[in-house]
């Protein structure tokens, strides 16, 4: 079945260190993006793309950093950089167009301790 | 700018009752307007959108929502709510003359009690 899928589920990460969340998608989208969940906030969009080997940033893109090499995949990696990364990120595509809605992973929630 | 607010952060209803979960938006253009469905640890579900035309739109579930232009709403509303309905709900609003990043409400969550 077409979909996304994202993963790690879970991911447990010690301060300091980098870690890259993997988006893929084969609902053959041109647009991708990736929002960040906080309790209370609703979803901020951090980075999207909406074509191969182009990317822009979004609200909150400070100490994340993404790719586009190929239009399946869209991996997220959240740096040391990042001052508060604990939250829920899910992934997102949507067809070409201004009429498309989004379809999502099922997130990724990151945890620093 | 566009934004888009719900205005409760909760909603209760009792099973078999009406629900409407509320929205209402800023755009500097026409809109284009979509409801969401979130369960927990889940990623969001689409359940309908007003692009143009009609302006109740009916989508998954049994949902529907009513769009008035004049008062820059798009309230959620069901005839009658199922415990299975009880989850967090966001409204979206995508700006016709900007057209790229969607905007999202703060989310609003309905309690539907058996």
């Known amino acids: 079945d077409g979909g996304i899928t994202q993963s790690p589920k879970y991911l447990f990460r010690k301060e300091g260190q980098n870690v890259t969340l993997s988006c893929e998608q084969n609902l053959n989208h041109d647009a991708m993006y990736w929002y960040r969940q906080d309790p209370g906030q609703g ?28 239009k399946e995949s869209f991996p997220l990696t959240v740096t040391s950089a990042q001052k508060n990364p604990t939250a829920f990120y899910l992934c997102a595509s949507s067809m070409e167009g201004r009429t498309g809605e989004l379809f999502f992973g099922e997130g990724s929630r990151l945890t620093v301790l | ?42 990623g969001l579900q ?9 302006n109740l739109v009916k989508g998954s579930y ?16 069901k005839p009658s709510a199922l415990v299975s309905d009880s989850a967090l709900y ?15 409400g703060p989310g609003t969550r309905l309690s539907v009690l058996p």
Do not use: M
């Open chain 2, 1 to 42: 700018a566009q934004s888009v607010a719900q205005p409760e952060d909760q909603v209760n209803v009792a099973e078999g009752n009406p629900l409407t979960v509320k929205c209402t938006y800023s755009v500097s253009g026409n809109p284009y307007l979509f409801w969401y469905v979130q369960y927990p640890n889940r």
């Open chain 1, 43 to 70: 979803l901020r969009l951090i980075y999207y793309s909406q074509i191969v080997n182009d990317f822009q940033k979004g609200d909150i893109a400070e100490g994340y950093s993404v790719s586009r090499e190929k």
């Open chain 2, 62 to 77: 049994g949902f529907e929502a009513e769009f008035n232009k004049s008062q820059t709403s798009f309230h959620l509303k």
């Open chain 2, 46 to 54: 689409f359940l309908l959108k007003y692009i143009t035309g009609d």
């Open chain 2, 90 to 104: 966001f409204c979206a609003v995508r700006d016709f003359l900007l057209g790229q990043n969607f905007v999202f």
